[in-house]
């Protein structure tokens, strides 16, 4: 049976952007995580701006196996899935993987909760579990990988238990649609408006996505402007 892997990783913040922290943990919403925690040595240098997140210092790495061995930490096989918050993200810093399926708990998270003003996975716990003090105990350790797993292990479970989705296969296709049919957009000069509304007081403008297709784009922002725009002209023409 494929298994699932939450996922979190540190970096150096440089180019490549090499892995210096990797957690995982096989993911059951009935169950704790059991997160396995591993520190690398890179070869590039840390930037200012990494260290400031995440906290760890080059000195802390020097005695760590080298970041090559990052690739292979995660005993992923064909078929597995991850799930990250900005999946893709993670995907890359381990080696992207051949024949794994990516789940993005950022892309669904936007998607089911478009009203919050910010989606980052801290933020996201807060509105679903309201200002607790167990909750903020366990962020002071954000943004190290070990902490991050077990957010994203609540934040997960509290997806597949309100979607009442029941395996990988189910999780995997829920976060394919977040990602290709948003409801809003994330980013940019109209943020916070609508992709699938035909209201011009309140939809992104059309011609606005027209431009951003010709675009570089990743290829679900890609696919989510085309459906918009194909869910608008079907509209216009049952209108018609």
């Given amino acids: ?15 490549p952007n090499e892995a210096i922290e990797v957690a995982w943990a096989l993911f059951n919403p009935t169950e704790e995580p059991v997160v396995h925690v591993q520190r ?14 995440h906290g760890i210092l080059p000195e802390e790495l020097e005695n760590c ?8 930490f995660i005993p992923l096989e ?19 993987p051949a024949d ?3 789940i993005d708990t950022l ?12 989606h980052k996975q801290l933020a996201v716990l807060y509105h679903l579990f309201g200002y607790e003090r167990w909750l903020r105990d366990l962020a002071k350790d954000a943004h190290s990988a070990e902490a991050d797993v077990r957010m994203l292990h609540l ?4 997806i597949v238990q309100r979607q009442k989705i029941k ?11 977040a990602r290709t049919h948003p409801k809003q957009i994330a980013w940019g000069k109209h943020r916070g408006k609508y992709l699938f509304s035909t209201d011009e007081s309140e939809a992104v403008p059309g011609d606005y996505l027209e431009y951003m297709l010709k675009q570089d784009l990743n290829p679900y922002t890609r696919q989510a402007f085309i459906n918009a725009l194909a869910w608008r002209e079907d509209a216009g023409s049952d209108h018609n």
């Avoid at 196996?65 to 292979?72: D, K």
């Avoid at 892309?107 to 910010?118: A, K, N, R, T, V």
């Avoid at 934040?155 to 509290?158: D, E, G, P, S, Y």
């Avoid at 395996?167 to 649609?177: A, E, L």
């Fill in 107 to 118: 892309g669904i998270s936007q998607y089911l909760w478009p009203e919050i003003d910010c």
């Fill in 78 to 96: 064909p078929g597995d899935f991850i799930v990250a918050h900005n999946v893709d993200f993670d995907y890359e810093v381990i080696g992207s």
């Fill in 65 to 72: 196996p080298p970041t090559v061995e990052a690739a292979s």
């Fill in 155 to 158: 934040l997960a479970t509290q």
């Fill in 167 to 177: 395996s990988g296969g189910q999780f995997f296709n829920f976060s394919h649609h």
């Fill in 100 to 102: 794994v399926r990516c």
């Fill in 40 to 53: 690398y040595r890179p070869v590039g240098e840390m930037k200012l701006g990494a260290t400031v997140v």
């Fill in 1 to 15: 049976m494929n298994k699932i892997y939450l996922i979190d990783t540190e970096t150096t913040g440089g180019d």
